[in-house]
């Protein structure tokens, strides 16, 4: 018969790419991971992965495999749930991740929220990109991420589920007496800053792209000669009259009011779509039902 654990340990390889990493995500020895998958593949009398430079490379007969053992995770996910419906108590140990502008904005609210009246519960909270953390998500290293959908790389969709939380319009961030701040304008065209001095952060790769992709759509490049990695550090450089530069709304929340910038509505609409996910038949547990709850309650206040 097979052993549940060992098929276990053939998805998480199929998500997280390398024995190492499968070793570190459970906890145990590299060696321990490669002796179990060696007597997985004695067990079924078939070759599963192949090792290479890059990593590992799961088989025709693998990648079958992994189909079937991800739908058999659903429905031991979907008992483990439906035993802790059992109890009205929300108790025990909730591991969630979320890219940086929710972790400053959607997630705190949230998890304030779901900590309120459940003294027994414990979370831990670990900023991720939105690839890290669905993969993560996926193999199980964590209950709940929060992500969004401009990936600059495909994720895994297989073996998790995801709700939506809101959409993210990007906006227009100007200092208050810059030239395109002044009056009551109602939003702004993006081809409008074409001519101006950005501040954007050209390292975070996903967003970066997207922006300049969208500026290239009205036939301009941005000119990006202010290159922070923060918002914070951003906003700082807007702030002195001498660049601009456009954010989601998420990454706007700390500066609603403050006096010295002007937040305004682009044309197009750009914007992204956050969700959060979770492994699929999860959903019903207690835990990750009152979580989804929460981040959509504190998704509201951004609609």
Known sequence: ML?????????????????????????????????????????????LFERSTKG?????????MVRRVSELLVTV??????????????????????????????VPPALARLAEGNPKLRIHFTEMEPVAALRAAAAKQMDVVVAHDLLHTSAPVIGLEQQPLVADQFKAILSADHRLAIGSRKSIHLKELAEEDWALNQSAVTFSQYVI????????TPKASCNCLNIAATLEFVRTGRYVTILPALGATGIENDPDFRIIPLRPLLLRRVFC???????????????????????????
């Open 213 to 220: 992709s969208a500026c290239v759509a009205e036939g301009f």
């Open 77 to 106: 996910n979907a008992i483990e749930a439906d035993l802790a419906s059992d109890t009205q108590e929300i108790a025990g140990e909730l591991r969630i991740a979320a890219f940086g502008t929710a972790a400053s904005s959607l």
């Open 277 to 303: 996910a979770y492994p699929r038949g999860s959903g019903d547990h207690p835990l990750v039902a009152r979580t989804v709850e929460a981040l959509q309650m504190a998704g509201r206040i951004f609609v």
């Open 3 to 47: 052993n549940l654990s060992r098929l276990r340990m053939l998805y998480e390889l199929s998500i997280l790419g390398s024995i190492s990493a499968v070793a570190a995500s459970l906890n145990i020895t590299r060696p321990a991971v490669s002796q179990q998958l060696a007597l997985l593949e004695r067990e079924t009398g078939q070759t």
């Open 56 to 64: 590992v490379r799961l088989t025709a007969a693998g990648e079958r």
